[in-house]
């Protein structure tokens, strides 16, 4: 079931932060963050498993509720190449040893000087 | 490495012919999924392989569509016959391990771009 995600666009000057929600109605194993630039392919960012961790790098980090099957995605003191759209990915917890990633519909972010 | 293979990156063919896609993973990577890109409907993943056996195929639009992975190494993803609204961007990725103790990380190709007019 796909992921929803919020807002659906955002535009930020150049040193503001951003939240990027993401959210599913279903438990799950783990959330994906990619970072897609326009005519490229989707660049992986972060992965939060199960067990409610709290991942980063740079000026970008993540947390992850498991019990509420919600994701968000910080960015803080943004800059010019934080722009592109932001997917999360979502990996359900299913009744097999297979699962797959299913992709939510992406949130533009520009980032203006 | 170099990476996902993907070829062709750009395809331009008309309504009714076949389409062939190809897909090249990075060696040692046991997950090779196909997604297709639209405006509209955004990244939807059409099929997955897991040690070149497809897990879950539930995502393929319709019997026209067709995807196989004869070896670890490759994988073809095929329309026939193509109709303009199959019209996308179609992404190969590969992933060593979706639950491993790594990073479940899935690495995307380039891009195959299809125009079916």
């Known amino acids: 079931q796909q992921p929803v995600q919020s807002p659906q666009a955002v535009i930020l000057r150049e040193g503001e932060d951003a939240v990027i929600n993401c959210s599913s109605s279903?438990?799950?194993?783990?959330v994906h963050w990619y970072r897609q630039k326009h005519g490229e392919a989707p660049v992986f960012l972060m992965i939060l498993l199960k067990g409610g961790e709290q991942k980063g790098h740079d000026k970008i980090s993540a947390s992850f509720n498991e019990k509420k099957q919600q994701s968000s995605l910080y960015l803080t003191a943004s800059q010019l190449s934080y722009s592109g759209t932001y997917f999360c990915g979502t990996e359900e917890i299913g009744e097999t040893s297979y699962d797959k990633v299913i992709f939510g519909p992406g949130t533009s972010l520009s980032v203006i000087p | 490495d170099a990476g996902v293979i993907q070829s062709p990156r750009h395809e331009v063919t008309e309504m009714g012919q076949e389409v062939t896609l190809r897909c090249k993973p990075i060696?040692?990577?046991?997950?090779l999924f196909w997604y297709r890109q639209t405006m509209m409907r955004g990244l939807e993943l059409l099929i997955y392989f897991n040690n070149n056996v497809p897990i879950d195929d539930s995502g393929m639009p319709e019997d026209r569509f067709s995807a196989k992975m004869p070896n670890a190494s490759f994988s073809t993803l095929k329309i026939q016959p193509s109709e303009p609204r199959d019209s996308a961007v179609y992404f190969c990725a590969s992933s060593p391990d979706l639950r491993g103790a790594n990073t479940g990380e899935l690495f995307f190709g380039e891009g195959s771009r299809l125009t079916v007019l």
């Open positions: 279903k438990a799950l194993y783990s």
């Open positions: 060696s040692g990577h046991d997950y």
